[in-house]
């Protein structure tokens, strides 16, 4: 449960971003074609769960779908 309480702190959501970010380049300018896009779709899933603050992970291992750190209230 140790990585799963990682993807739920501060810097498991920031790792959440820049691999969506990374899944995107990559899919958009390294592959590119139908595959590409595939992977950059693929991309989209752990940005907005970066960028919303919910780990897919979490419930499956009892941690909880919303991240642990949250600022601002």
């Given at each position: ?9 501060a ?32 991309g ?18 009892g ?11």
């Amino acid at each position: 449960m140790g990585f799963v309480g990682f993807m739920s702190s501060a810097a498991g959501r920031l790792t959440r971003i820049l691999a969506g970010i990374v899944l995107i380049v990559v899919g958009l300018a390294v592959v590119g074609g139908i595959g590409g896009v595939v992977l950059a779709v693929v991309g989209l899933v752990p940005l907005a769960a970066g960028v919303f603050n919910f780990c897919l992970l979490g419930p499956l291992f009892g941690v909880g779908l919303r991240g642990g750190s949250r600022t601002g209230g």
